[in-house]
């Protein structure tokens, strides 16, 4: 019986291994080069820099501030790196002794028959509970769940970041267009005024025949164009600035 006993418990731990839940982790094979071609040294860091202060404009830097403060994407994406983090915590919380405390108060008055055998009535009882566990992960069920808790705060965090830097890009690419448009509309209300003294000088002109009506014509051609193009850069301003 105790050789039948001893070859269960050694069958027992033989077994035991086999019955993990799933091998380790591998990361795939990826075929990448070493460096990139056009990368410089300190570029994995140029996420984590503030890299629209070197412009020293404080317009772009009250504006990223305040996408940053009111964008709903990005306060989406850091709650749901606060939720990865409570789901890690609480998958790995079995890992550990779990201890507990509880404890009652309770006022009764006993009958005519109890109270002679107490020394008061009514009286007071109390009672104090504690407990302590601690699940020990045979199968590797908690340690799996903590690895793919943390694998997905991991990616989480980076989808975070990855939002941040979008926002960022983003909000300077417009602010950069927009700037790019008032100079546009100025540029072309300068040309407007060119084009109007242009047409006023024709008009002299073809009055004392020095000129013909097909030249204040195109003149007043390339007026009227200019003058199309002003209406159209506002609305863009309108919309970039809106945006």
Request: aromatic share 10%; proline share 5%; with cysteine.
């Amino acid at each position: 019986m105790r050789r039948y006993l001893l070859y269960g418990l050694l069958l027992f731990t033989v077994l035991m291994p086999g019955c993990m839940m799933g091998p380790d982790y591998r990361k795939p094979p990826v075929d990448a080069p070493g460096a990139f071609i056009y990368g410089g040294e300190g570029t994995g860091q140029t996420a984590d820099v503030r890299w629209w202060k070197q412009f020293n404009d404080p317009v772009l830097e009250s504006f990223i501030a305040e996408a940053l403060v009111n964008n709903k994407s990005v306060r989406m994406a850091a709650a749901s790196v606060e939720q990865a983090a409570a789901v890690l915590m609480q998958v790995r919380s079995p890992l550990f002794p779990q201890i507990g405390y509880g404890g009652a108060a309770t006022r009764q008055r006993a009958t005519d028959s109890q109270a002679v055998l107490l020394p008061d009535n009514p009286y007071n009882t109390y009672q104090s509970l504690g407990s302590a566990s601690w699940e020990l992960d045979l199968w590797g069920r908690a340690r799996r769940m903590t690895e793919s808790a943390r694998a997905d705060l991991l990616a989480t965090e980076e989808g975070r970041r990855g939002v941040l830097l979008s926002l960022v890009a983003a909000t300077a690419n417009t602010y950069i267009q927009l700037l790019g448009l008032d100079d546009q509309l100025a540029i072309s209300r300068r040309s407007l005024a060119a084009y109007g003294e242009s047409v006023a000088l024709f008009e002299k002109q073809f009055e004392y025949g020095q000129v013909s009506q097909m030249t204040v014509e195109q003149a007043r051609t390339q007026y009227e164009t200019a003058a199309a193009t002003i209406p159209q850069i506002e609305l863009q301003i309108v919309q970039t600035e809106h945006a």
